[in-house]
């Protein structure tokens, strides 16, 4: 039933429903890239996908988890989505606790700033999980 419903809402013209059609899952689940971004006030990650130009707040909502997987399917890192950055809407990110040391591991590589990001990359080529908390 709600297969024929979000079918119906892609072909009126949903928005919503068509930026997010999870069917592929191939589409939006691989080629993730990690960024620490930077500012006056506090710092945080950044999941950006370059492939499709978009950040993971098109896929997930606040309060929702992702998890970072390598390419064998190891568990890398555990991302909470807490907030919306005021400026480009890009999801804000923290590590969980349980990962805190992968993150400290991770957060010595940044030396390469992406310039529209403006933010520094920490790795890529991530698969991510995410796990819905509403």
Same mark, same amino acid.
């Given at each position: 039933?709600?297969?024929?419903?979000?079918?119906?809402?892609?072909?009126?013209?949903?928005?919503?429903?068509?930026?997010?059609?999870?069917?592929?899952?191939?589409?939006?689940?691989?080629?993730?890239?990690?960024?620490?971004?930077?500012?006056?006030?506090?710092? &945080?990650?950044?999941?950006?996908?370059?492939?499709?130009?978009?950040?993971? &707040?098109?896929?997930?909502?606040?309060?929702?988890?992702?998890?970072?997987?390598?390419?064998?399917?190891?568990?890398?890192?555990?991302?909470?989505?807490?907030?919306?950055?005021?400026?480009?809407?890009?999801?804000?990110?923290t590590p969980s606790e349980k990962y805190i040391e992968n993150y400290e591991k991770l957060?010595?590589?940044?030396?390469?700033?992406?310039?529209?990001?403006?933010?520094?990359?920490?790795?890529?080529?991530?698969?991510?999980?995410i796990n819905s908390n509403n």
């Open positions: 039933m709600m297969d024929l419903i979000t079918n119906i809402l892609k072909n009126t013209g949903c928005s919503y429903c068509q930026e997010n059609d999870h069917n592929d899952k191939k589409e939006y689940t691989n080629n993730w890239s990690l960024y620490l971004k930077e500012t006056d006030m506090y710092s &945080s990650l950044l999941l950006f996908n370059d492939k499709l130009d978009k950040d993971i &707040s098109y896929y997930t909502r606040k309060n929702d988890s992702i998890t970072l997987l390598d390419k064998d399917n190891n568990i890398i890192l555990m991302l909470d989505y807490i907030s919306n950055c005021d400026k480009t809407n890009y999801a804000v990110l957060e010595k590589k940044n030396n390469i700033k992406h310039k529209k990001l403006d933010a520094y990359l920490m790795e890529q080529n991530y698969n991510i999980k």
